[in-house]
Nanobody, 123 residues
Framework: QVQLVESGGGLVQAGGSLRLSCVVS????????MAWYRQAPGKQREVVAS???????NYADSMTGRATISRDNAKNTVALQMNSLKPEDTAVYYC?????????????????WGQGTQVTVSS
């Protein structure tokens, strides 16, 4: 059973910072790309930042300069540091990982999601 569990969300004032964390657990052969997505009420889920297994990062234009994604391959974790938060950053933030697992006698790669953590930025 593979699990992605996020933590670190909460309520913060505009201009503040939050650090989100996600830990991946279960019978995993390999963790490939990891990413953070967010979904605001009435809007589609969108990618916030991503990081490859080699450490290459990409950010949404809206978060460039305000967010840093990092991962610890030894601990199977990915983190998202967000600074200078704005009310429009309010959303549920989801951890996403492309995982290779052993299933039915062979390796299989798929995308897995966490349950989400709420981030609310007050003005």
């Amino acid at each position: 059973q593979v699990q992605l569990v996020e933590s670190g969300g909460g309520l913060v004032q505009a201009g503040g910072s939050l650090r989100l964390s996600c830990v991946v657990s279960g019978s995993i052969l390999r963790i490939n790309d990891m990413a953070w997505y967010r979904q605001a009420p009435g809007k589609q889920r969108e990618v916030v930042a991503s990081i490859t297994s080699g450490g290459t990062t990409n950010y949404a234009d809206s978060m460039t300069g305000r967010a840093t994604i990092s991962r610890d391959n030894a601990k199977n974790t990915v983190a998202l540091q967000m600074n200078s938060l704005k009310p429009e950053d309010t959303a549920v933030y989801y951890c996403n990982a492309a995982l290779t697992i052993f299933d039915g006698g062979r390796a299989r790669t798929g995308k897995y999601w966490g349950q989400g953590t709420q981030v609310t930025v007050s003005s």
